[in-house]
């Protein structure tokens, strides 16, 4: 069992940056595959990032590659997201979520948090 909170979220202007934090509490954090994804009002959740569980591998949508860096720190049962040069468009809930392997399928996270929004202002 895995519990994910999330925090960091808030109100930043366009080309501002913030830094998204996700605490996992369980016994085998370092043995999951973390991601985040996002959901805008009246849109489906969609994929934003994934890191392996080593942290050798990650993965980025193409709406926001080169602006934000996934990370994590096993010793601290953490995952980050460092989002930089942000615009309206990033506006959504965004989500962290726990799972077996590393993808971009919200069918293979098997644990959630509770989301923290995030509004970036034009």
């Known amino acids: 069992q895995v519990q994910l909170v999330e925090s960091g979220g808030g109100l930043v202007q366009a080309g501002g940056s913030l830094r998204l934090s996700c605490a996992a509490s369980?016994?085998?954090?370092?043995?999951?595959?973390m991601a985040w994804f996002r959901q805008a009002p009246g849109k489906e959740r969609a994929f934003v990032a994934a890191?392996?569980?080593?942290?050798?591998?990650?993965y980025y949508a193409d709406a926001v590659k080169g602006r934000f860096t996934i990370s994590r720190d096993n010793a601290k049962n953490t995952v980050y997201l460092q989002m930089n040069s942000l615009k309206p468009e990033d506006t959504a809930v965004y989500y962290c979520?726990?799972?077996?392997?590393?993808?971009?399928?919200?069918?293979?996270?098997?644990?959630w948090g509770q989301g923290t929004q995030v509004t970036v202002s034009s």
């Open positions: 979520a726990a799972g077996r392997t590393t993808s971009f399928y919200k069918s293979d996270y098997d644990y």
């Open positions: 369980g016994r085998t954090f370092s043995s999951y595959a």
């Open positions: 890191i392996s569980w080593g942290g050798g591998r990650t």
